[in-house]
Structures are given as structure tokens and as C-alpha cells.
């Protein structure tokens, strides 16, 4: 039985990990040809022989902020497996000196803006032009619940990050509709990902105070994540374009009484 993408050719960022590397797995069941992208080699190689070899997943290793890395990352999508069909621009970070506005200076503010946001605009811009020629494509963002509500604990840089790959994918979304590119973005909740887990290991009672805020009482998992991600890159969306894609377990359209 086909999978719901299958034959079809996806490019992953942050694909070693998380909700990236939940996804390039779902992807692969899905029957897609996948091209991971990301920095830990390592992992990346693992996931190629996991997942059935070269035939079916490549990795790519890149450095999400640099235009040559990243173009050279889709062009060996449309090199080796001969389109461009799906991008999910999924890499992101979250450092712990990213913190209130009065507390983050400069310098993490602009390296959190260069992986968080700056990479989503080179990678748009890498993959537009192959699915334009093939008048097909579905481009998934990364973005964040926090990008349409307030953090109850402050994060600057991440927050603005993912409010600005939001509003990108709005407008990419409206300017190439009618060229069957569809954009969307993905806005998830807390998750139960490594980043996740580093804030824990860090600072519990500031992570603990994340969780206070679900009505589900719960973090969302991966799995989960590439569930959503599935279905935007599918034609079961077919009619969804420049949407804010909220799975959240409900914290967007919840009022929590503070602490």
C-alpha cells in the first residue's frame, strides 16, 4: 500500500533530533525520499543505514545560517533523487542566554535570529525556485505557540524568531498559491524534545512552569509533531496555505491564572 507521500522527495533541517528527526522517520514510512540536514555527522550517517540506506534518506551536513551550505543542501535533493517536493525548515535553537531583554545582549540575540529565522529565509529561498518549475511543493516552517501569544517565561530572541518565520510563511503562502506552492507553518506547543529536556536539566522550576500553562497536562511528543507535519506536506491539505498550524494541547486558546 503507497504511503501518503510517496515517490515524493522531502528536505528535513534539524533532521538528527526532535521533532526533525520524528518527522524524517515518519517521512520514510510514508514512502518519501528524504535529505537530512543538520551538524551532528555522526547521527547523520546512523540514520541513513537505519532507515533503509542512500536509496531512500541522504544526509547532508549543513550549517543552516550559510546561503552556499543550504543551497548546496537542495540541490542534492533535486541531484539526487530528481525533485524538490517537500521542505520542512525545522532547525532551531533555544541557548539559556536568550532570557529576558534586560538580560540578553547582543551577540545572543543575533545568533538565535540567524539560526531561528535567518535559516528559514535561505531555505525558502533555496527550494522556491525548484518547485516553481515543477509547479508543486508544500514548505513547512517551524514556527511556535509563542509566535502568536506571549511566553510565560521570556525567551527575547526565540519569541521574535518565530513570530518573523510566522510572518514569512503568511506572505510566501499568499505570493505563490496560485503557483501550487503551499507554505505553512507549524506552531507546536511545549515538547518533549532535547531542547526540552536540556531547559529541564538546567532550570526545572523555570521548564516546570511551561507545563502549568496546558490544558492537556502534558508536553507533546515527536511523534505527535511529524504527525502534523505529515499532513501539511500531503494532499489531505490540500487547501491550506499561509496557516498558522497550532498543536498545542490547547495552550493558545487557554487562560491559565498566573502563580
Not at 503557483?179 to 511545549?190: H, Y
Given at each position: 500500500m503507497a504511503g501518503r507521500i510517496q515517490d515524493r522527495v522531502a528536505v528535513v533541517t534539524g533532521g538528527c533530533s526532535g521533532i526533525g528527526l520524528a518527522t524524517v522517520q515518519r517521512f520514510v514510512e510514508e514512502g518519501a525520499k528524504v535529505v537530512v540536514g543538520?551538524?551532528?555527522?555522526?547521527?547523520?550517517?546512523?540514520?541513513?543505514?537505519?532507515?533503509?540506506?542512500?536509496?531512500?534518506?541522504?544526509?547532508?551536513?549543513?550549517?543552516v545560517t550559510d546561503k552556499e551550505q543550504v543551497d548546496a543542501l537542495f540541490r542534492t535533493?533535486?541531484?539526487t533523487y530528481g525533485s524538490v517536493d517537500i521542505a520542512f525548515n525545522n532547525a532551531g535553537i533555544s541557548p539559556p542566554e536568550d532570557d529576558s531583554i534586560l538580560d540578553t545582549d547582543l551577540d545572543a540575540w543575533r545568533k538565535v535570529q540567524e539560526v531561528n529565522l535567518t535559516s528559514v529565509y535561505l531555505c525558502c529561498k533555496a527550494a522556491l525556485p525548484y518547485m516553481l518549475e515543477q509547479g508543486r511543493g508544500s514548505i513547512i516552517n517551524t514556527a511556535s505557540f509563542v509566535a502568536v501569544m506571549g511566553a510565560a517565561t521570556s525567551q527575547i530572541s526565540y519569541s521574535a524568531s518565530k513570530g518573523g518565520v510566522l510572518s514569512m510563511t503568511r506572505e510566501l503562502g499568499v505570493?505563490?498559491?496560485?503557483?501550487?506552492?503551499?507554505?505553512?507553518?507549524?506552531?507546536?506547543?511545549?515538547?518533549?524534545?532535547?531542547?526540552?529536556?536540556?531547559?529541564?536539566?538546567?532550570?526545572?522550576?523555570?521548564?516546570?512552569?511551561?507545563?502549568?500553562?496546558?490544558?492537556?497536562?502534558?508536553?507533546g511528543e515527536p511523534s505527535e509533531m511529524a504527525a502534523a507535519v505529515l499532513f501539511l506536506a500531503s494532499d489531505d491539505s490540500s487547501f491550506m496555505t499561509a496557516n498558522t498550524f497550532l498543536v498545542d494541547g490547547g495552550i493558545s486558546g487557554a487562560y491559565v491564572t498566573p502563580l
Amino acid at each position: 500500500m503507497a504511503g501518503r507521500i510517496q515517490d515524493r522527495v522531502a528536505v528535513v533541517t534539524g533532521g538528527c533530533s526532535g521533532i526533525g528527526l520524528a518527522t524524517v522517520q515518519r517521512f520514510v514510512e510514508e514512502g518519501a525520499k528524504v535529505v537530512v540536514g543538520d551538524i551532528d555527522d555522526q547521527r547523520g550517517n546512523e540514520l541513513v543505514g537505519q532507515l533503509g540506506g542512500t536509496d531512500l534518506v541522504t544526509y547532508v551536513h549543513v550549517d543552516v545560517t550559510d546561503k552556499e551550505q543550504v543551497d548546496a543542501l537542495f540541490r542534492t535533493a533535486k541531484d539526487t533523487y530528481g525533485s524538490v517536493d517537500i521542505a520542512f525548515n525545522n532547525a532551531g535553537i533555544s541557548p539559556p542566554e536568550d532570557d529576558s531583554i534586560l538580560d540578553t545582549d547582543l551577540d545572543a540575540w543575533r545568533k538565535v535570529q540567524e539560526v531561528n529565522l535567518t535559516s528559514v529565509y535561505l531555505c525558502c529561498k533555496a527550494a522556491l525556485p525548484y518547485m516553481l518549475e515543477q509547479g508543486r511543493g508544500s514548505i513547512i516552517n517551524t514556527a511556535s505557540f509563542v509566535a502568536v501569544m506571549g511566553a510565560a517565561t521570556s525567551q527575547i530572541s526565540y519569541s521574535a524568531s518565530k513570530g518573523g518565520v510566522l510572518s514569512m510563511t503568511r506572505e510566501l503562502g499568499v505570493q505563490f498559491a496560485r503557483r501550487g506552492v503551499r507554505v505553512n507553518a507549524l506552531c507546536p506547543g511545549p515538547v518533549n524534545t532535547p531542547l526540552l529536556q536540556e531547559l529541564f536539566a538546567a532550570d526545572a522550576e523555570r521548564a516546570a512552569r511551561r507545563l502549568v500553562h496546558v490544558p492537556m497536562g502534558r508536553f507533546g511528543e515527536p511523534s505527535e509533531m511529524a504527525a502534523a507535519v505529515l499532513f501539511l506536506a500531503s494532499d489531505d491539505s490540500s487547501f491550506m496555505t499561509a496557516n498558522t498550524f497550532l498543536v498545542d494541547g490547547g495552550i493558545s486558546g487557554a487562560y491559565v491564572t498566573p502563580l
